[in-house]
């Protein structure tokens, strides 16, 4: 398995997909709204993700869900916070998901593990010079503009090869800006400037994107291109019941050996990879 480096030592030496568990600490999160804005609650929901075998703990303090506005940094951090401070003390790994240097900075000194940053790097100038500073994984997701016009920007001559080739750029910005190559991973940002059907060629030629030689993370999980896939009489289905779709991706993207997947029900992902794994094991 493909790891970025800089990742701590009990996951680098692991030779399956990881599962990366979202907790969002947000009142408007697309999948998960306002459940975990209380951040005790977060926290319970943190460690229950540990029960079930969770790999990288993911914490977000600003929604990115289609159509959202933007919150101040401050309250960002007060949002994430507390959540990683007291998630710092067990032995999970964690990573922040932020678009701005001055909240991966906070994130870092409370114990984070790495960064996520669904712009790649564009939405805040200071964020790539910070990440040079460091030596933790940096994951760099496929962004061409903020959440609240990001649906007017999809179009593509040929979405597979011109997302690829926009995460090359952006992946050489990093390099320039001093951050070595071997520490990023990529991942094509899956509804991010996509149209629900924009996303299935991707996930099918991600061959093309495995070409950079980068560890990819993907992120389906409950997504709205699977809510559609599954809709009944033009309704639909629901965030909470697209969980089987999702679990159908991981398996998936165990079988291709993609570096992690970010997911909100880790336990039936991490089963399902455990069968990939064990199947892998089998002569
Ligand atoms: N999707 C969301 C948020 N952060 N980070 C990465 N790296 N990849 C993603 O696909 C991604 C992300 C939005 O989904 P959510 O509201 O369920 O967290």
Redesign the pocket.
């Known amino acids: 398995m493909l790891h970025p480096s800089g990742l701590p030592n009990q996951i680098s030496s692991l030779d399956r997909t990881l599962v990366m568990g ?1 907790i ?1 600490v947000t009142p408007d ?4 709204g306002g459940l975990f804005l209380d951040s005790k609650v977060a926290i319970a929901h943190a460690k229950q993700m540990l029960l079930d075998g969770v790999d990288i703990i ?1 914490i ?1 303090g600003e ?3 289609p159509g959202s506005e933007r919150i101040s940094a401050q309250e960002e951090i007060d949002r994430v916070l507390p959540v990683i401070s007291e998630m710092a003390k067990t032995d999970a790994i964690l990573s922040i ?1 932020t678009m701005r240097a001055e909240v991966a900075k906070a994130a870092m000194s409370a114990g984070a593990h790495m960064i ?1 940053d ?1 712009s790649g790097g564009k939405a805040d100038p200071e964020m790539l010079v910070y990440v040079a500073q460091l030596t933790a994984p940096y ?1 760099l ?1 496929h962004w061409r503009g903020p959440s609240n016009i990001m649906n007017t920007l999809t179009n593509y001559d040929d979405v597979v090869r011109d997302v690829t080739m926009e995460i090359s750029a952006q992946v050489e910005v990093a390099v320039a800006a001093g951050i070595s190559r071997d520490r990023i991973a990529i ?1 094509p ?4 400037a996509k149209t629900v059907e924009q996303n299935w060629p991707i996930l099918k030629h991600l061959d093309i994107l495995d070409e950079l030689g980068l560890p990819i ?7 709205k291109f699977l809510g559609e896939l599954l809709a009944k009489n033009g309704e639909a289905r629901v965030m909470e019941e697209r969980e089987s779709a999702t679990t159908a991706i991981s398996t998936l993207m165990a079988l291709r050996q993609t570096w992690a997947v ?1 997911v ?1 029900d880790v336990k039936a992902t991490r089963d399902a990879i455990a069968v990939v794994d064990r199947l892998a094991q089998t002569r």
């Open positions: 979202v969002n999160s697309f999948s998960d993911d977000g929604s990115t869900r998901d996520n669904v994951i997701m991942d940002g899956i509804g991010f993370l993907m992120g389906a999980s409950r997504k970010r909100h």
